[in-house]
């Protein structure tokens, strides 16, 4: 089940709902830490997802 949830477009799809829920927020939040770094974060967040190491 964590091999649907991790899929590729899935993530992608999550990743613009952050952007578009967070888009006027102030400069500070962590969500443009997120966006600035998401190539770097991606990959790593789908291996700690499909090892079962993710926490929220």
């Known amino acids: 089940m964590i091999t649907e949830l991790v899929s590729i477009d899935l993530i992608d799809e999550s ?11 102030p400069d500070n939040s962590d969500v443009w830490d997120v966006r600035f770094h998401w190539n770097k974060i991606k990959p790593q967040l789908i291996d700690e997802l499909i090892s079962n190491q993710f926490n929220f």
């Open 15 to 25: 990743f613009s709902w952050l952007c578009k829920q967070r888009k006027h927020f």
